[in-house]
């Protein structure tokens, strides 16, 4: 009876090709409410803030855990990379990484339920997203073509339909929105009900603002430009680390005719960081972004920028030379953004297919 059982039950899609990367400050019983979900994949945890400090994961869970001594012993001195006090840390997750995907989730984010009253899956719906192409240089008006009981409208080029590799797929959230501080502050109340049953290319040369909460990724595909750049502890800003990212991420993206969609899943955001303490750390941002999105938005890749790692040593040379008038911080960054990529291919070495190599342990 049990080895029918257990025949019947589907292998979760890319089981063995995706890691689940997952920042933390607290312990992590959220997972319980994901287990059906996350349970069968392999965890990478980046525990911030003091590393003395357990972290305790529910039993059952197969994970690795890094805190901020793993992270320098691994990276030595290209450590300082690597933010400490803020979610930017997660991408340390990224870097150590031996799969192909990456899903990326906060300690706050729960199993949110569709209209039907049905519990959603993200995770596979995020797999569904990236293993579909994605359409950046045509809009279709029915929104994603590759869904069930969807499909390319009229007029819609034939020599287009065969689309993009994705290479993002962007997640939403309903109950508490990833507002900034202001309006934060302004609509204190305000929850997301709207569950939008869509999933959208984000059209080329246009930018977007990226969330980390609920985020899955080709690895291969956009890996070394998923850096979350230099945030909190030490530094004069801080909840722009997916916002810098997904930046450098769409314009790379654009560049090598790669896809990034937006829309479905909705995961529940349970918490709402303090809005006083989120203005105290995103001010600088809301100023700078009014120069630093024209920046992203002029920026050109020369052709033989072919790979993610010539693309965003070249992009960190145009942010030193153009966005260190800004603020000084912007030379620190470009510096940054170089180290990170030195520590990506030390880590990943060009030779080994990155999906085929063990992952690292629990502690
Ligand atoms: O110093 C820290 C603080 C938090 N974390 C972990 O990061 C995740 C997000 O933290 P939290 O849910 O408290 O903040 P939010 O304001 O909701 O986060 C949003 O804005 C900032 C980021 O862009 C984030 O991605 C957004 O979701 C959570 O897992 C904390 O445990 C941390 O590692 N270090
Ligand atoms: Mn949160």
């Keep these: 009876m049990a080895d029918s059982a257990a025949a019947a039950k589907p292998t979760p899609l890319l089981k063995d090709e995706l890691d689940i990367v997952i920042p933390t400050i607290r312990n992590l019983d959220f997972l319980e409410m994901w287990r059906p979900f996350f349970e069968p994949y392999h965890l990478i945890i980046v525990q911030d803030g003091d590393p003395s400090k357990t972290i305790k994961v529910p039993d059952g869970f197969d994970y690795e855990l890094y805190n901020r001594n793993d992270i320098n012993k691994i990276l030595g001195p290209k450590a300082s990379c690597i933010s400490f006090k803020d979610s930017a840390c997660r991408c340390f997750g990224y870097m150590v990484s031996k799969k192909k995907y990456i899903y990326t989730i906060d300690d706050d984010c729960f199993v949110a339920k569709d209209p039907s009253g049905k519990m959603i899956n993200a995770l596979q719906q995020h797999i569904k997203n990236l293993l579909c192409p994605s359409t950046p240089f045509f809009f279709n008006t029915l929104y994603d073509p590759y869904t069930e009981g969807a499909d390319f409208v009229r007029g819609y080029p034939f020599s287009l339909r065969e689309g993009v590799p994705t290479a993002v797929s962007h997640g939403l959230w309903l109950n508490i929105p990833d507002y900034d501080a202001p309006t934060q502050l302004v609509k204190p109340l305000e929850r997301n009900q709207r569950y939008v049953d869509a999933v959208l290319t984000i059209p080329k040369g246009t930018l977007f603002p990226m969330c980390?909460?609920?985020?899955?990724?080709?690895?291969?595909?956009?890996?070394?430009?998923?850096?979350?750049?230099?945030?909190?502890?030490?530094?004069?800003?801080?909840?722009?680390?997916?916002?810098?990212?997904?930046?450098?991420?769409?314009?790379?993206?654009?560049?090598?005719?790669?896809?990034?969609?937006?829309?479905?899943?909705?995961?529940?955001?349970?918490?709402?960081?303090?809005?006083?303490?989120?203005l105290r750390k995103e001010y600088k941002g809301i100023f700078w972004q009014e120069e630093i999105i024209p920046f992203f938005q002029a920026a050109t890749l020369p052709k033989d920028c072919t790979t993610v790692q010539k693309c965003y040593i070249e992009l960190s040379k145009q942010v030193k030379d153009k966005l260190s008038k800004v603020d000084p911080y912007f030379d620190k960054l470009a510096d940054a953004m170089v180290t990170w990529i030195e520590a990506w291919d030390e880590l990943n070495p060009p030779s080994g297919a990155a999906s085929k190599v063990p992952n690292g342990k629990a502690k």
């Design 212 to 278: 980390g909460m609920n985020l899955a990724f080709d690895r291969e595909l956009i890996g070394p430009a998923m850096y979350f750049g230099l945030m909190g502890d030490g530094q004069p800003i801080g909840r722009y680390d997916d916002m810098w990212a997904g930046w450098c991420v769409k314009v790379i993206c654009d560049h090598l005719g790669l896809g990034v969609k937006t829309g479905l899943p909705y995961i529940w955001h349970s918490k709402a960081s303090n809005p006083f303490v989120n």
